[in-house]
Every structure is written in C-alpha cells, then in structure tokens.
C-alpha cells in the first residue's frame, strides 16, 4: 500500500508499506479521505513529544472496513466509518490516561491506503457527510465540542469569542456555537476571514494585530462568557476588559505564545476560570457526531488534494491562509 512516511531524516515521502496484519479485535479500514492538522506541521519539524520514526502520518480519517479480525462480528464488514483519532482515553471523562496517543505519532496514521484499528475505534459515517467532510471531523470537531460542552458549558443566548477562525476547531467552534444558539464573535489578522465567519453567523469579529482589539471586542459586545482560544495573549489581563464574571478561557493551543502572565487579583475577584483542553473521549465524540447529524452541520473544508499531491497540502497548511480543514482524497 501508499503510504505518507515520516523518515528517519525528517524528509516525507509517499512509499510502498506492508498491509498491516489484524489482531482478533482489529479491523482494516481502506481510507478514502483524510485530513491535515497543524500536529502534522509540528511533528514534520521534529517539534513533538515522543517522536518514533518512520512513522505513517495523520490522525483524520474515514473509509470502508475491508476486513475484520476473528473476534468482530462479521456484519461490520463493508460499513462507512470514521475512525475516532486516538488510542487509550481510559474511562475518566474528565482527562485522558498517561498513555493516551493521538494516531500518527508514534503509532501509524491514516495517510496511507489503509489502517488497522481496534473496532472500538469505529463509529459510523453519518449518511449525510460526505468522504472529505467525514474525515475532516475528528480531532477539530472533537477539540471544540468537548471545549464547549464539558469545559464551557456554553448556553443558549451566551456570548463566545473564538480566536483564530481561520484554523479547524475555530470553524468548528463556530458551527457547533451557532447551533446552541449562542452569539459568536471572532479574531483573525484577516479581514475576509472575519467577513466570511459573519456570512457563517457570526455576530462580530476584530483585527488581533489591531493593539486595542480587546477594546473594539468590549464595545461591540455585551461581555463574553467563553473565550475558545487557540492562541492566548501573552498578558491575559486584556482579556478582563470584555470578560464577564464568571467567565471561562478555554484553550487548545499555543500558536502564539507558549507563556503568559496574569493579574492573579483580577482573575479570582472576577471568578474567571482558565481551562485547558486536547481532543476528548470516545464517548464524546460520538455525542458530537450524534449532535452534527440532529442539526445537519456539515464541517467547513478550504480545499481538498488527491494523495499523490499531499505535499502540496502540507504546503497550504503551513501557508496560514487556509479558512477551514485541508483535505486529502486517496
């Protein structure tokens, strides 16, 4: 089979591997679309934990279970599915075990032909979604629902910032936020990311690069309740000039800055709840695909590569242009 290799001198390169062989609970899925994350931009750079090389690349996935182990019951064969991005969250909803691990790093990826995954793994392809659109779902979407839900707790007639809506859990946070019927507001550096999350529902946005933007968000809003953050100031107290009492910072990345300060006084006098957050459970990612389905959201894809061109995506990825997922067809 085809598949995306990390090597051991950090070069990527589409290589003939081995179909992988199936133990008694594991089935072979044949993917038929995958997608990019930034993980993939990091990890190409030798800036992940834990790297073990070669490694197949990609965590997104959906495909067509193509054969299944002794112990899988037999009518899981030929069923559309998406593959649930990790391995080994454990039964503590509230945080994953040590041992947790996003697919395609260190265990093999979904850029390839195909991935051998446990059937626990599996879960099934909303009839509606298409292959590109089921495979840019699972670590975006999943980031952004656990954000909202179990950290955020987001209401309906709540107010949220979501910064970055150019990136993937940013669209998703914008959809799933809308659905709840809460008022959105957006940051990007561009002007026609922001016009665009406005034609996509939402309430306002501002420039970041702008040094008083905290200041614009405060008078175009009423205060926010949640801030989904991929990209946190390096000095939060900003973010208590258009923060309500109460309110709570939810963050799943650092693209901006690995550190930040904070007035300590200000933020326990107003309450305010700093959490940070990484995918999610199974269980919650079937809640999310449950939750999509109900009200018909469709993730926002920016364009889509064959295979045999996946460089290219990597390319436009790293670009920072992109306003939605980067999808791969095999």
């Known amino acids: ?122 879960h099934a392809k909303p009839s509606y979604l298409s292959w590109e659109e089921a495979a840019a779902l699972p670590v975006a979407y999943l980031t952004a629902w656990r954000a909202l839900t179990k950290h955020g707790k987001l209401q309906k007639d709540q107010s949220i910032l979501i910064t970055g809506i150019g990136g993937g859990v940013a669209q998703a946070g914008l959809a799933f936020a809308k659905a709840m019927e809460a008022k959105v507001y957006v940051t990007s550096s561009s002007e026609d990311k922001i016009a665009q999350a406005k034609e996509r529902g939402a309430t306002a946005g501002v420039n970041y690069k702008d040094e008083e933007w905290h200041l614009q968000l405060k008078e175009r809003s009423d205060g926010i309740d949640m801030v989904l953050d991929s990209s946190p100031s390096e000095n939060l107290d900003n973010y208590f000039k258009f923060m309500k009492y109460g309110g ?52 926002s894809i920016d364009s889509s590569y064959d295979f045999l061109n996946i460089k290219e995506a990597f390319a436009a990825l790293a670009s920072g242009n992109q306003l939605g997922k980067i999808v791969i067809r095999h």
């Open 248 to 299: 709570k910072i939810v963050a799943y990345g650092s693209t901006g800055s690995r550190k930040t300060t904070i007035n300590i006084s200000k933020f326990f006098l107003r309450h305010i709840q700093f959490i940070g957050t990484a995918m999610g459970s199974p269980r919650e990612f079937q809640a999310m695909l449950d939750f999509m389905e109900l009200n018909n959201i469709k993730p």
């Open 1 to 122: 089979m085809k598949a995306l290799v990390l090597q051991n001198d950090k070069s990527l390169e589409v290589i003939e591997q081995d179909i992988p062989q199936l133990n008694a609970q594991e089935v072979l899925v044949s993917i038929k679309a995958s997608a990019l994350n930034h993980r993939e931009l990091w990890i190409a750079k030798g800036m992940y934990p834990g790297m073990q090389l070669p490694c197949i690349l990609g965590a997104d996935g959906a495909g067509i279970i193509t054969k299944i182990g002794s112990e899988v019951e037999a009518s899981f064969m030929d069923k559309e599915v998406i593959i649930y991005p990790a391995y080994d969250w454990g039964e503590n909803e509230d945080a994953p075990k040590k041992s947790f691990r996003v697919l395609g790093m260190p265990d093999p990826g979904t850029m390839a032909e195909y991935i051998k995954v446990p059937i626990s793994s599996i």
